[in-house]
């Protein structure tokens, strides 16, 4: 039953990504369910934080580019988020930048103790929320929804107050050559406020941001204390990044 849920779940994602607006009488004939069975299954979407539901039918909660973003590698992002969530203590504060990969790691904190997350992220409030042992602080700031992120003076301002063990960043691309790179350079200043107060700096990100370059430099490789990717990037170019001293674990897909 939780497999088929799940295949329900993801049929309306992809249908909301691609329409922006789904109504529960199309949906119920696509499916081939009632549509008392289809609202709810709404419901578990909503209460996910995934969609907002309206009379009639749901709107995604998200902007269309993180929809997308999260149907991309998704096995990937999972493992990645998974080993990121081991490297977490009982007792624990985290800073956790936005990003669809960084979000999961609210997902895999289940049976932690005592963790508190600061973060910009609304995406990873939205996955936080679901598990009452963690303590979420929002930074604040100006709400950027293509990234679901926020950012600006007030946002850096919170973090500059605060001191943790462990930050979690992501990147819209990473080179040797040209490190960690964004489209968005409001996000690059977020990255460098959370690594100037964290005592330990983990970039999580897929294999297939490896080789892609963004419009705005962040930080370089060497200014992380880990990379964790996946088992897609090539043995070459984790030569190359080791070779070159950087710290980097590939995980494994289940």
């Known amino acids: ?77 999972n493992a990645i988020a998974r080993k990121a969530a081991e490297l977490v203590r009982d007792g624990d504060v985290i800073m956790v930048e936005a990003g669809t990969t960084t979000a999961l790691i609210a997902r895999y904190l289940a049976g932690k103790r005592d963790i508190h997350i600061v973060t910009n992220s609304t995406l990873v409030f939205s996955y936080a ?38 930050a979690f960043v992501g990147t819209d691309g990473f080179t040797l050559e040209r490190g960690m790179t964004t489209h968005l350079m409001e996000g690059a200043e977020i990255v460098k406020a959370m690594k100037a107060h964290a005592e330990t700096t983990v970039l999580v990100a897929d294999s297939g941001k490896y080789g892609k370059t963004g419009f705005s430099s962040v930080l370089p490789l060497s200014a992380m204390d880990l990379i964790l990717t996946d088992s897609g990037l090539s043995d070459e170019a984790f030569g190359d990044l080791s070779g070159a001293g950087i710290a980097i674990i590939r995980t494994e897909t289940d």
């Open 1 to 77: 039953m939780t497999a088929e849920l799940k295949e329900r779940e993801r049929i309306i994602l992809n249908r909301l990504s691609a329409d922006g607006m789904v109504s529960v009488a199309a949906l119920a004939r696509e499916l081939g369910l009632s549509e008392v069975s289809i609202r709810g299954v709404l419901k578990a979407l909503e209460e996910k934080g995934w969609i907002n539901r309206t009379r009639g039918g749901a709107s995604p909660s998200m902007h269309r580019d993180i929809l997308e973003r999260q149907k991309m590698n998704p096995d990937r992002k």
């Open 129 to 166: 929320r679901m598990n009452p042992s963690l303590q979420i602080t929002m930074t604040g700031g100006e709400f950027r929804r293509p990234t679901e992120s926020l950012v600006g003076p007030i946002a850096l301002e919170t973090i500059g107050r605060l001191n943790v063990r462990l």
